[in-house]
């Protein structure tokens, strides 16, 4: 099994530009996290590991119960920088948003009854979930 530090990796929840994601499991305690590992080729890139710092140091700062949690932040044996994260269980917003868009109307709609077409989101739910991701 891979591991960054002393983090086992679990499996890859996604990539971008500058770096790769991933569910990992602490060796020791078991606790489960996300860590945030720039891309190995931009590791020898001093601006670039300098913004992925500037990047944690930022968010360290944050307290909030939308914001996930920052454990640590350290360098692996290969000199690539790494955040650990609070993992959090659930979906991301396109899943939430794909679950909705396909729930079975309520009620059913009887057998003579044509199918609905897809119900619009309530506006109160819709300001919950952007005040929950602003």
């Known amino acids: 099994m891979a591991a960054i530090g002393p983090y086992e990796i679990v499996r890859k929840l996604g990539a971008g ?4 994601v ?7 305690l078991g606790r489960e ?7 190995p080729a931009l590791a020898v890139y001093p601006a ?17 119960r939308h914001v996930v949690v920052i454990h640590d932040c350290q360098t692996d044996a290969q000199g690539v920088p790494y955040l ?9 917003v396109a899943d939430y948003l794909a679950q909705w868009r396909t729930r ?6 009887t057998a003579s009854e044509a199918q609905p077409s897809p119900k619009p989101m309530p506006p109160g739910l819709v ?8």
């Open 127 to 134: 300001l919950v979930v952007l005040a929950q991701a602003a």
């Open 22 to 28: 991933f569910l990992a499991r602490h060796a020791v």
């Open 17 to 20: 530009g500058m770096g790769q």
């Open 104 to 109: 079975p109307p309520f009620p059913p709609p």
């Open 33 to 39: 996290v996300v860590v945030k590992q720039i891309l």
């Open 84 to 92: 650990v994260l609070e993992y959090l269980r659930g979906m991301s």
């Open 48 to 64: 670039a590991v300098a913004r992925f710092i500037v990047e944690a140091q930022a968010a360290a700062r944050l307290a909030h």
